[in-house]
């Protein structure tokens, strides 16, 4: 049996005709309908019997190979016997620019098309047509070309010999995968409890391509639970490739040593960690064009090279194994990550890389996503990391600052400045005496064509413009209004609009207050999802904010750790902001009687710096015979780390930490063992009172859900997990949780307590 390699012809053509040098510049960011809208113009011209979108395929034989070819041409047109293909390019550029010989790639693409259908039809010949179509203007300019069946089958045939060697190499890695995966054991002794479970449903989940919601509390091995499912469908040939989602570099640390621990079983598997662009950037400052950066000057003549180096030794390729490999080929890492990561079979990365339209994987095409699973670790916060991804806004003083600065430089771009700060002047003069003020759908996007022009003059004048204040001014204030006007084009009813008024200062936002829509478009066409966090509670919120429909699968992992590992008290104080003067006196003495009954390491967690402090001055005002330490806003990495350091195992004398609940100490730390031997939550978590906060308390409420729920009460109990999750972290651990708030003991908020924190000793 000769072997299959499958293959789209986009990314065949991609891999033999590359070269030059990486160029970034400025572009228009257009919403990303703008290039199909151009596509759809010209598709709508065709007569009944043409076909759009046509799905083609062929295998060709090479050597001992057989490749299946595929893939989907813009056009076929048919005119009697005579049959064209168009390929359809849409740009923001000047067509005059563009020739024949332009972009080879174009032709290459269309002509494997026309020999895929010749190939099928018995055609003898073939006309293959480019059409250039500007974005805009919607104006079109012309290539075609006529070639027979040898001259087209000639040319695929020499795509492959040209691919021929990557794909032997790539061939032999599939083989050794293959091996390793099937003979993988699970990498532990045993699975803990749960664990089992946990892991079956990721993998039925993959298999029957379902998303699923999971909680999966610590000590579950939430990382290799779901990673060893997602490595055996890849060997059993149901999956591909998986992408692992993570919110914060610690977290892609522990992906990486689940998989070197699977390495150490025999895994074959290439597993490509990415960095964010800003830290792995060899440049002291990051200029992505030849003429300033040597890693991007022929990037794309030297990229071939440097991957098949990299896949010949490494299957692990993190931070380290990308810089040594880029600085050996003198190609850019960030881009040589993202090509290696195109190719990986296992991608660590953050969320945005799959959620975020400016920074998702845009090239991984519609059935390599078939064949993908992510995994999204610690999913809870992909609820405001998607607000954040979807939202945008823009502020006044910046194009304020411009038209002074312009004035003298560039009078169209003066003009456009001028344009967008009238247009807030008149917003503000319109909402006299307020402070702040939902806005109609409408107002925002009455901006729209006033940024675009801005833009179109900003990025001309950005090509010339020195380095310095006014160039940094300007770029910055370029890149908000193109976040803004791409913002504005997803804008749909899971989003509200306002501004804020402050003095001369006008901030007006565009807010995605339901993420829901978008992670689902984003998520779309991928295989699988696998969501999964110790604090998904409710599943039914996060389920309902994720994108998740009410067919998907749900499964809540009970706790591994026994019931004497922890021992919970709850003092029954008001913390709401009202009785916060009364309620520190109980608190500081409630630390002392904790710390000299049940001497240790504790954390001490409060809902804010304010009160936080507030109350450490009580507790100081009694002598304390042990240690305290204070988190401050800020806090340097180093700064953290010798906070951190202070909890120590066999440490003598008590310590206490105080800290802020959502910070920096409340998630993804583990001190295990006697570093940490108590914890106290102070308050439910809820996120301050406030104008925006309460839009979007009105916006759930105006949607049938309960809007204080959304707003408050989930988001804020789920602070209240992550920070009682700091104490227990492996089997031998045990420790003292002490919960401060009378709301504890009310069904609704005692309802998303875990049950291993359940009944607690009230503490009168
Ligand atoms: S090394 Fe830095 S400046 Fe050069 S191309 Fe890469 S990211 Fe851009």
């Known amino acids: 049996m000769p072997d299959i390699v499958e293959i789209s012809v986009r990314p065949l053509v991609e891999y033999v005709f590359r070269g030059g040098s990486i160029e970034s510049g400025f572009r228009t960011g257009s919403p990303l309908t703008e290039g199909t809208k151009a596509h759809r113009s010209i598709q709508q011209t065709y007569k009944e019997t043409d076909r759009k979108e046509a799905y083609v395929e062929a295998d060709v034989e090479y050597g001992d190979i057989v490749y299946r070819l595929e893939g989907r041409c813009d056009g076929l047109l048919f005119n009697g016997d005579e049959v064209t293909v168009e390929e359809i390019k849409s740009t923001a550029g000047q067509l005059e620019l563009i020739t024949e010989e332009t972009y080879p790639v174009h032709w290459a693409q269309a002509q494997c098309y026309a020999y895929m259908y010749a190939k099928a039809d018995g055609k003898d010949h073939m006309t ?6 500007h974005r805009k203007s919607e104006e079109q300019k012309r290539f075609e070309r ?20 990557y794909a032997r190499l790539q061939l032999r890695h599939a083989e050794e995968r293959g091996r390793s995966i099937k003979e993988l054991p699970f990498p532990f002794e045993a699975y803990r409890q749960g664990q089992r479970k946990f892991a079956g449903a990721v993998y039925k989940s993959i298999a029957e391509q379902k998303r699923l919601f999971a909680r999966a509390p610590t000590g579950t091995g939430k990382t290799i639970s779901t990673l060893f499912p997602a490595v055996k469908a890849i060997g059993e040939g149901v999956l591909r490739r998986l992408f692992y989602l993570t919110a914060k570099t610690t977290t892609r640390t522990l992906a990486e040593e689940a998989f070197a621990l699977m390495r150490s079983k025999g895994l074959r598997l290439r597993c490509v960690t990415l960095t964010a662009k800003e830290k792995i950037c060899f440049k002291e400052e990051t200029r992505c064009q030849k003429e300033f950066c040597e890693f991007a000057d022929g990037y794309y003549d ?84 998607g607000r954040d991804m979807y939202s945008a806004e823009l502020i006044k003083s910046p194009f304020l600052e411009l038209k002074r600065q312009t004035k003298a430089r560039s009078r169209a ?14 917003l503000r003069k319109k909402n006299m005496e307020q402070s702040g003020v939902l806005l109609p759908e409408e107002e925002p996007q009455t901006f729209i064509p006033l940024l675009e022009a801005f833009s179109a003059e900003a990025e001309a004048e950005l090509l010339g413009a020195p380095e310095g204040e006014y160039r940094q001014l300007l770029t910055d204030t370029y890149y908000a209004a193109q976040h803004f006007i791409r913002t504005a084009g997803y804008y749909d009813e899971k989003y509200i609009s ?68 922890l021992d919970v008290l709850l003092l029954p104080v008001s913390t709401r902001y009202r009785d916060r003067e009364r309620s520190k006196e109980p608190i500081a003495a409630m630390l002392h009687q904790a710390a000299r009954e049940r001497p240790g390491n504790y954390l001490v967690f409060f809902p804010s710096y304010e009160y936080m402090n507030e109350v450490y001055s009580r507790f100081a005002e009694t002598e304390f015979p042990g240690d305290v330490l204070v988190q401050q806003g800020g806090m340097s990495e180093e700064e953290r780390e010798s906070f951190l350091a202070s909890f120590r195992s066999g440490a003598e004398r008590t310590l206490l930490g105080f800290a802020v609940m959502g910070g920096v100490f409340s998630e993804g730390v583990d001190l295990t063992g006697d570093r940490l031997t108590g914890v106290v939550v102070v308050g439910v978590g809820l996120p301050q009172f406030g104008r925006e906060r309460d839009w979007i308390r009105q916006y759930f409420d105006g949607t049938g859900r309960n809007g204080f729920d959304y707003a408050y009460k989930y988001p804020g109990m789920n602070k209240v997990l992550q920070a009682g999750g700091r104490l227990i972290r492996t089997e031998q651990d045990r420790g003292t949780l002490v919960l401060v708030d009378d709301r504890f003991l009310q069904p609704d908020y005692n309802a998303l307590l875990p049950e291993e924190w359940k009944p607690a000793t009230i503490l009168r």
């Open 128 to 133: 293959i047509r480019l059409t250039y179509v």
């Open 302 to 385: 030297r990229i071939n090279g440097a991957l098949s180096d990299l896949w010949s030794g490494e299957t692990a390729i993190n931070r380290e194994v990308i810089e040594a490999y880029a600085r050996k080929h003198r190609v850019c890492p960030f881009e040589f990550s993202l090509d290696a990561a195109y190719a990986a079979d296992a991608v660590i990365c953050d969320y945005n890389y799959v959620y975020d339209p400016r920074i998702s994987l845009k090239r991984l095409l519609d059935e390599q996503k078939r064949q993908t699973a992510v995994l999204i670790d610690e999913a809870h916060n992909l609820v405001d990391r």
């Open 498 to 565: 306002f501004a804020e008024f402050e003095r001369s200062e006008v901030r007006m936002k565009l807010l995605c207050v339901d993420p829901s829509g978008m992670l689902r478009l984003m998520g779309k066409g991928y295989r699988s999802q696998v969501y999964f966090s110790a604090t998904l509670s409710p599943i039914s919120y996060y389920r309902d904010m994720l994108g998740g429909e009410a067919d998907d699968y749900t499964i809540a992992i009970p706790s591994p750790f026994r019931k004497e590992q």
């Open 413 to 426: 771009l003066y003009d456009t400045v001028k344009a967008v700060n009238d247009a807030f002047i008149t």
């Open 146 to 165: 006529t070639l027979t069946y040898a001259e087209l089958e000639a040319f695929v045939l020499m795509l492959l010999q040209a691919y021929d060697p």
